[in-house]
């Protein structure tokens, strides 16, 4: 596609609930960032892959969130049992690898979570 | 952990009044990214920092990079209403595949 696709663009769910937010990045970026934006706040990064590979999860806050891109393409954060402290933007970034350096990121429009 | 500051959190100028953002690090960064976001948009690329020391102009942005890699500056000339969001630099560290580290981002506003 032309750019980075998030959906949904607003999600609002009850303290609890399990959520799942995708990301569809730009067709043949072998990087994919997920982060998570609270009001007022820079990006925090939770997780990276390269191809379906997990590199890097040390943003992960808990182990209520996970995150996967099975076939090296579309990837999905999971958030499990909420609480009202994930509302937030949760943005995917991707890129392209160059000789083994990453060049600039593409942002989607990111997904508002809220949790009441 | 590592960790990229940034300053000023908010400044507020008059058009046509000069803007500058400072991004601060304790250790080398392997390059540094800047990222501007509209209100209610998505960060958007403006320009990579590699080399120690380099300075790079889009127009009236001016980047630097410090000559021990652990700074770095945006300044704009003669701002503009356009100019209005937020400022982030993101610094990366060890490898260059690693993930990008956010400043906290400075908040301009532009009165007309």
């Known amino acids: 596609g032309a750019g980075v696709s998030q959906s949904p663009r607003y999600k609002v769910a009850k303290r609890g609930q399990d959520v799942a937010l995708r990301c569809d990045p730009i067709?043949?970026?072998?990087?994919l960032f997920w982060y998570q934006q609270a009001l007022g706040q820079g990006p925090e990064f939770l997780t990276y892959f390269q191809n379906e590979a997990q590199l890097d999860k040390s943003g992960l806050p808990s182990d209520r969130f996970f995150a996967e891109r099975p076939e090296g393409s579309v990837s999905t954060l999971k958030i499990q049992r909420t609480q009202q402290e994930d509302s937030a933007v949760y943005l995917c970034a991707s890129s392209l690898l160059y000789r083994r350096v990453n060049t600039e990121a593409f942002f989607g429009q990111g997904t508002r979570l809220t949790v009441v | 952990g590592q960790q990229v500051m940034q300053i000023p959190q908010y400044q507020h100028v008059q058009e046509g009044e000069d803007f500058t953002t400072y991004c601060n690090s304790s250790?080398?960064?392997?390059?540094i990214q800047w990222y501007k976001q509209r209100p209610g948009g998505h960060p958007v690329f403006l320009i990579q920092?590699?080399?120690?020391?380099e300075v790079k102009k889009q127009k009236r942005l001016t980047f630097q990079f410090g000559e021990a890699k652990k700074n770095s500056s945006l300044h704009i000339t003669a701002t503009q209403t356009t100019d209005v969001g937020t400022y982030f630099c993101?610094?990366?560290?060890?490898?260059?595949?690693?993930?990008?580290?956010f400043g906290k981002g400075t908040k301009l506003s532009v009165k007309p």
């Open positions: 250790t080398t960064l392997s390059n």
């Open positions: 993101a610094g990366r560290y060890g490898g260059s595949q690693g993930n990008l580290i």
């Open positions: 920092l590699v080399k120690s020391g």
């Open positions: 067709s043949g970026h072998v990087s």
